[in-house]
């Protein structure tokens, strides 16, 4: 048998051999490999993470929103047309002074005056009615409105003949409809008695299978096992069983006066039977969806099945037998419905010509009197109260053309002071309700307090509120903070360079002469402030995947998630209301 110490032996002597005839190389390639060895190991030994810690500290924290600020004054006035249209003229150029109400430019406004022009028309012609009213009725008005009243005594004359022809066959078809029902019910008096026995006999049966589901149920094993395994189905079953037993406790067989109320009530108890059908159905299913257990095996569950299945078939079986019934009763009441339903029809017709013979008659009766209180009132002259509505009249349209006159001056943009044009956005021709010119309006300044205007996005906007405080850095006058209040915050969005964002505007604390209108600068809101706080920094707070606000401490070298309630934040900071204590050390980031 092979060894390998004899071999191992001989590499050992020209090792030893070596070295001592080589002391120098020995010593070098010891070297070498050494170095080697420690080369791959640190090649090949874990890396540790390294990590960007902070120390939980108490400190004041303020909350700020920022962005660029623009200088505006309230009298910077933007002037659009409130109209859509095309632009007729334009009287003013950048750099023109204007004074009040000087008419800077106009809409082609043809139509509007137009509109005053007729409503104009129309204020003369109230006027007009006015003075007739005053000067009296003519002998010629006075001949027409006796016709008019001869004309509707005539109607109303008409309207009652009518009236009384329609009442007459009213009461026809009303008696003849009472004995075709007499006789309906006189001829199938023997149906209408089978029919309630009918009924009572199948839903007494009906109620017998559901109550049979108590003997069922009652077992333990079967109810314990729906329960367990099929909960939701039972829940499910459990409820429609309730709801069944109310319905069948409450219905009764009643109503058989006449073959109608007699078809009713039989319906009503299909519906019963029906639901109780559906309450077995689904005790059978159940019953066949459990599971096999030692407790119930596969002879009590045919047993059970059975059981149920033969409760369906009476429930079956009732509903079957109540449907021929129905059918009996309806075959037999075929000629009387159709009889019935032809008297109804014309019952019917006759109430719908008596009654619009009655509205014809509230009708012409209004109308003369109306007529006669007008040929009287033609009679006596115009009273105060008519010239005073007549007045009321003509000041309506008067109040007419000030409208049309209102609309017309919307078609021209005026000055609202004194002041200097510095933009002209639009020119003759240009149509202003295109996308690209619907912003296009005419600016003019004037003298008022200067006010800053900044947009936020809608990520900033909540935080800030009216008479919050602020500063701002005018580039123009560098190092100088210039104090500033909110004032207004709009409601609406404005699209800035594609973005939707929100405008504030702040005054200055203090009165400045020295600016600019268009003058920017980093201006800044502070939303809040909280003394004393624990504060770590905001990058240190992260999410876990159950969407916790967690921060991650360094204990004994160990790193452990902890959830945290935060407060209010800064670009750097954020607020700690609970979950970790003053001189932690939080970690946060870490480098692999």
């Given at each position: 048998m092979w060894s390998p110490l004899p071999l191992i032996r001989r590499l050992l002597t020209a090792l030893k051999s070596f070295v001592w005839r080589h002391p120098i190389w020995s010593a070098v390639l010891g070297i070498l490999g050494l170095l080697l060895g420690l080369l791959l190991?640190?090649?090949f030994s874990p890396v540790p993470p390294q990590?960007?810690?902070e120390t939980v500290r108490r400190g004041d924290l303020v909350q700020k929103v920022e962005a660029v600020g623009t200088i505006t004054s309230d009298h910077d006035v933007n002037m659009k047309f409130p109209l859509t249209g095309i632009v007729g003229a334009v009287s003013v150029k950048e750099g023109d002074r204007v004074t009040a109400g000087q008419e800077l430019a106009k809409l082609r406004n043809e139509s509007a005056a137009a509109d005053l022009a007729a409503a104009?028309?129309?204020?003369?012609?109230?006027?007009?009615?006015?003075?007739?009213?005053?000067?009296?009725?003519?002998?010629?008005?006075?001949?027409i409105a006796e016709?008019?009243?001869?004309?509707?005594?005539?109607?109303?004359?008409?309207?009652?003949?009518d009236l009384q022809s329609a009442e007459e066959k009213l009461r026809t078809s009303e008696e003849k409809l009472t004995a075709i029902k007499a006789e309906a019910t006189t001829n199938l008096a023997g149906y209408l008695v089978t029919s309630s026995s009918t009924c009572a006999q199948q839903i007494s049966l009906a109620k017998t299978a559901l109550n049979t589901l108590d003997d069922i149920f009652a077992s333990s094993v079967i109810t314990d096992m729906a329960k367990q395994y099929r909960t939701t189905s039972y829940a499910i079953f459990r409820s429609n069983w309730t709801s069944a037993q109310a319905t069948t406790a409450a219905f009764t067989c009643s109503g058989f006066a006449t073959y109608q109320d007699s078809i009713a009530s039989m319906q009503r108890a299909t519906e019963v039977i029906v639901q109780i059908a559906n309450v077995l159905q689904e005790a059978y299913s159940l019953a066949s969806d459990l599971p096999l257990t030692t407790a119930y095996d596969t002879s009590v569950r045919e047993t059970t099945k059975s059981d149920i299945a033969a409760e369906k078939a009476v429930a079956q079986t009732a509903l079957s037998a109540i449907n021929t019934a129905i059918k009996s009763l309806q075959d037999a009441a075929t000629s009387y419905t159709?009889?019935?339903?032809?008297?109804?029809?014309t019952f019917a017709s006759a109430k719908a010509t008596a009654q619009s013979a009655q509205s014809d008659i509230l009708t012409y009766e209004t109308a003369l009197r109306t007529q006669e209180a007008q040929l009287a009132l033609s009679k006596a002259g115009p009273r105060d109260t008519q010239l005073a509505a007549s007045?009321?009249?003509?000041?309506?349209?008067?109040?007419?053309?000030?409208?049309?006159?209102?609309?017309?001056?919307?078609?021209?943009?005026?000055?609202?002071?004194?002041?200097?044009?510095?933009?002209?956005?639009?020119?003759e021709g240009e149509f202003t309700g295109d996308a690209d010119n619907i912003g296009h309006s005419i600016t003019l300044l004037g003298t008022a307090p200067y006010r800053v205007e900044m947009f936020l996005s809608e990520v900033d906007i909540p935080k800030v509120l009216l008479s919050q405080s602020g500063s701002i850095d005018i580039d123009a006058f560098p190092n100088v903070h210039y104090a500033l209040r909110v004032t207004s915050i709009e409601p609406g969005p404005t699209k800035v360079d594609g973005v939707s964002k929100y405008r504030v505007s702040l005054n200055f604390v203090y009165p400045h002469e020295e600016f600019k209108i268009g003058m920017t600068g980093d201006a800044e809101i502070i939303t809040g402030e909280v003394k004393n706080a624990l504060l770590?920094?905001?990058?240190?707070?992260?999410?876990?995947?159950d969407q916790e606000k967690i921060v991650r401490i360094l204990e004994n070298g160990n790193v452990v998630e902890k959830p945290v309630v935060t407060g209010m934040e800064s670009d750097t900071d954020a607020e700690i209301v609970s979950g970790v204590s003053e001189g932690d050390t939080v970690v946060v980031l870490i480098k692999k």
């Open positions: 190991w640190y090649i990590m960007i810690t104009a028309a129309q204020y003369r012609q109230a006027q007009a009615s006015y003075q007739e009213l005053v000067e009296g009725t003519r002998p010629e008005d006075l001949a016709a008019q009243v001869a004309n509707k005594r005539a109607a109303l004359e008409a309207a009652q003949a159709a009889s019935i339903a032809t008297e109804e029809n007045r009321a009249s003509m000041n309506a349209a008067a109040a007419s053309v000030a409208r049309a006159h209102a609309k017309l001056e919307d078609t021209i943009i005026r000055s609202p002071t004194d002041g200097v044009i510095t933009k002209v956005d639009f020119k770590v920094p905001v990058r240190a707070v992260i999410q876990n995947t």
